[in-house]
């Protein structure tokens, strides 16, 4: 079974603290996805990367970082939070860009910023 | 762009009934997937069920079905016999076949079950 694991189920920060959310996977996947869920909005894709070193920013970048060194793990990092990125962060992955392939999702980690 | 549009929020179904999770697209792309995600109160996406653009049939796993029709960039979710289970959001997400592995998700639907 594909794993997708990310370090925290709930974190709490301070507005301009930096924030580091880490996603990891066990199924040697190239592809892997940041996006966070807002209530009525669905997803939305903040970054993906499709390489180790590799990133492309998605839909909603602004505000974001992120990090791939090793292929199994992916970081976004917040390098000041503020309160409007209060929200559900998801990581995900995939194997390549075939159309059938879905992706595979981790937990989540719910992100408060007071 | 893609855009994908799930316009009920909130959805009630009694136990064992069908119901159908409505979902429209907006794309220009010739070649696209189609996906539904479910999500329980626990967070995590689990998904269902795939269609091809190009697919003749309907998609169906189990109790899922998706009603694919292309001409009205429909592909409605189908899920027969409902559980108690079943609860849980809905999304609906799109990608195109030259867009890598982007999806483009609709703000989701909110199924309750009824016993």
């Known amino acids: 079974d594909v794993k997708v694991t990310q370090s925290s189920r709930y974190l709490v920060k301070r507005t301009g603290e930096k924030v580091f959310l880490e996603c990891v996977q066990d199924?040697?996947?190239?592809?892997m996805f940041w996006y966070r869920q807002d209530p009525g909005l669905g997803l939305r894709l903040i970054y993906f990367s499709y390489d180790v070193k590799m990133k492309e920013k998605g839909d909603i970048p602004e505000g974001y970082s992120v990090s791939r060194e090793k292929k199994e793990r992916f970081s976004l990092i917040l390098e000041s939070a503020s309160t409007n990125q209060t929200s559900m962060y998801l990581c995900a992955s995939t194997l390549s860009p075939r159309e059938t392939y879905e992706q595979y999702f981790g937990p989540g980690t719910r992100l408060t910023v007071t | 762009a893609q855009k994908i549009t799930q316009t009920q929020p909130g959805m009630f179904v009694q136990e064992k009934e069908a119901v159908t999770l409505d979902c429209t697209y907006d794309t220009s792309d010739p070649s696209y997937g189609l996906f539904w995600y479910k999500q329980p109160s626990s967070g995590e996406m689990i998904f269902l069920i795939y269609q091809g653009s190009y697919d003749q049939q309907n998609a169906t796993e189990g109790r899922y079905s998706l009603n694919f029709q292309k001409a009205r960039k429909s592909a409605n979710l189908v899920i027969s016999a409902s559980q108690l289970g079943d609860s849980a959001m809905y999304f609906c997400?799109?990608?195109?076949?030259?867009?890598?592995?982007?999806?483009?998700f609709g703000g989701g639907t909110r199924l309750m079950v009824k016993p």
């Open positions: 997400a799109m990608r195109p076949n030259n867009a890598g592995n982007m999806l483009t």
């Open positions: 199924m040697d996947h190239e592809n």
